[in-house]
């Protein structure tokens, strides 16, 4: 018997995939058989044929193997094995109800199969039950099975409403789109709003993705699909949520994504990323935190053309929170005649 752990339900396969396979195709003919065996993979190495290579073996059309392939998956649902077999789709569709009535094909088959071949057969099991319907992949969804086709409608809408929903670069916690998500979807049974299945449903769209630390956004987004270095140093910044020392960052990428980074190169996509604001000596922050970009010189300007004339103290401290640097710095940067001034009052306005 093998078992099938889905998060915390626990299901269990009463059969053998290729064994039921066996007595479905003992009513076809030979040919027919073979070309079944070739188009789907039922075999000891999963592999699949071509139309164009069964043809070849034949020696007949594209054309005529696929009207071979029809007739005998029609075959199949007619012949006495397939009713000897109802209690294999029945189990089959009872799983596919509990893990939410719509999934990815490749999200159900890896729970179902534990190697290619095994997933083969259950695709197989799939394709000839009757319960059992597939909507191909388009440019919105992946690959999808479903034993409810008003649910599956239901879904598709909900997902198209929630990625209109969410910005271009925006980043959600998992939590925060299932709830969004679930606004989206008041009318399906409650039985189906459960975390696990509605993280499933998520994951059949194509244009909404989440992320290396499981956050949730635009596919398209270079916060969600991450592409080098400076997309995995923006999400550990993110993550830390304060400035941080680039050997750091670099250290955190192995470490969290798994990924090579040299300290070198880190520090260099740090450099040319505009995302990034250098706050310190190697001391990294993201400008959405509300960082300047330049050097000390250019943050008391910005400051004193954003504020008007201040006084020394005042200066200090609001440069104190955009740079990590010694006040020395930002006196010696303050006192210099080709950029500031000092007023009759004793205050420092921009020359």
């Not at 109802?86 to 179902?112: P, R, T, W, Y």
């Not at 975390?195 to 499981?214: C, F, Q, V, Y």
């Not at 040299?262 to 959405?288: C, M, Q, S, W």
Request: aromatic share 8%.
């Amino acid at each position: 018997m093998k078992k099938e752990v889905l998060k915390n339900k626990t299901f269990s396969l009463s059969f053998n995939p290729k064994q039921v396979v066996k007595r479905l195709l003992s009513s076809l003919p030979a040919r027919a058989q073979d070309v079944i065996v070739g188009r789907f993979g039922l075999n000891q190495e999963g592999k699949e044929m071509t139309l164009e290579a069964i043809g070849k073996k034949y020696g007949i059309t594209r054309e005529r193997v696929r009207q071979i392939e029809n007739y005998a998956v029609n075959h199949i649902r007619k012949a006495p094995t397939y009713e000897k077999e109802v209690a294999v789709f029945e189990e089959l569709k009872n799983i596919v109800s509990k893990m939410g009535g719509v999934i990815s094909e490749d999200d159900l088959l890896n729970h179902l199969g534990k190697d290619i071949v095994t997933k083969k057969y259950i695709h197989f099991l799939l394709v000839v039950g009757d319960d059992f319907n597939k909507i191909k992949e388009d440019i919105e969804f992946k690959h999808r099975w479903h034993v409810d086709g008003e649910l599956a409608e239901k879904i598709h809408n909900a997902l198209r409403k929630l990625y209109t929903g969410l910005g271009d670069d925006e980043i959600i916690p998992e939590s925060e789109i299932v709830s969004s998500f679930l606004e989206h979807l008041k009318d399906v049974s409650n039985e189906f709003k459960q975390d696990e299945i509605l993280t499933r449903w998520l994951s059949i769209s194509k244009n909404i993705a989440k992320n290396p630390l499981g956050e949730w956004g635009k596919s398209k987004s270079s916060n969600i699909k991450t592409k080098g270095v400076r997309d995995y140093a923006y999400l550990i910044l993110r993550k830390h949520g304060s400035p941080i020392h680039f050997r750091e960052v670099a250290k955190l990428i192995s470490e969290v994504f798994n990924k090579k980074a040299h300290v070198a190169t880190t520090h260099n996509e740090l450099i040319k990323d505009p995302r990034f604001v250098l706050v310190g000596r190697g001391l990294y922050a993201l400008k959405e935190w509300g960082y300047s970009t330049g050097v000390v010189r250019d943050v008391i300007r910005d400051i004193l053309k954003k504020n008007g004339a201040l006084a020394k103290e005042a200066v200090l401290e609001k440069v104190m929170k955009e740079r990590y640097v010694k006040a020395n710095t930002v006196m010696v940067n303050l006192q210099n005649p080709k950029y500031f001034r000092k007023n009759k009052q004793g205050m420092y306005t921009v020359v």
